[in-house]
């Protein structure tokens, strides 16, 4: 069965600081990854995936496929960074739904 | 934001008690998807569907049975609520071109069992 794990429950950086979210998942196939982002009070939206290998809010993430990992990743924090970020992977093909990591909170200070 | 609708979006009831969720979607997806997120759990998939009447299971399906009898809406029902289904409950849609792909989620549905 698949996999995800975000090793980081809690993550606390300062403004202005590099920020690297862990997330390494398991799966013998070829899955799609992806990132979902939850700000206080808002419902779960869609950061990143990677088939689109697109910059969003300037957070990048790779699929890094030899290590089975898919890190999200920005430069520089900013306070509206601080949220709940969960990884996600599909199995693709069926649409049975996407297995979430645990979720890691990223703080930001200023 | 997709058109994705929860209701209600707070209860709190006792234990033994049938408790029903519902969303409502304006998307005309295919997929829909019923998710409960607990601090240390992340989110869990319960139960889903792909299309009218047509439903399974997800990760942790005790104690939950789901219905769609039209395409924008997707019940979870709670036969006789327990603490343990204490929980914030997500629905998604999808359209499933190519896989589950993006989900979009409703704004969530918090239940206390007493």
């Known amino acids: 069965a698949q996999r995800v794990t975000q090793p980081e429950k809690l993550l606390s950086v300062f403004k202005g600081a590099p920020v690297e979210l862990k997330c390494n998942y398991s799966?013998?196939?070829?899955?799609?990854l992806f990132w979902y982002v939850q700000y206080s009070r808002q419902r779960l939206q869609l950061l990143l995936r990677h088939i689109s290998r697109e910059s969003i809010k300037g957070f990048t993430a790779d699929l890094n496929k030899g290590e089975t990992s898919f890190h999200l990743k920005k430069p520089f924090a900013q306070e509206e960074d601080s949220a709940m970020y969960y990884c996600a992977l599909s199995k693709g093909g069926g649409a049975d739904g996407l297995t979430f990591g645990k979720g890691t909170h990223l703080i930001i200070q200023p | 934001d997709a058109g994705i609708t929860q209701s209600p979006r707070h209860k709190v009831t006792e234990t033994g008690t049938p408790v029903t969720l519902r969303c409502h979607q304006t998307e005309n997806h295919r997929y829909m998807y019923w998710y409960r997120q607990d601090p240390g759990h992340g989110l869990r998939l319960i139960h889903y569907?792909?299309?009218?009447?047509?439903?399974d299971k997800g990760e942790v399906s005790d104690g939950y049975s789901v219905s769609r009898s039209k395409t924008e809406d997707f019940l979870l029902t709670l036969e006789s609520a327990t603490s343990s289904q204490t929980s914030v409950y997500f629905c998604?849609?999808?359209?499933?071109?190519?896989?589950?792909?993006?989900?979009?989620f409703g704004e969530g549905s918090r239940l206390t069992v007493l």
């Open positions: 799966y013998s196939g070829s899955p799609e």
């Open positions: 998604a849609i999808s359209s499933g071109t190519g896989g589950t792909g993006e989900l979009f």
């Open positions: 569907s792909y299309g009218v009447k047509d439903t």
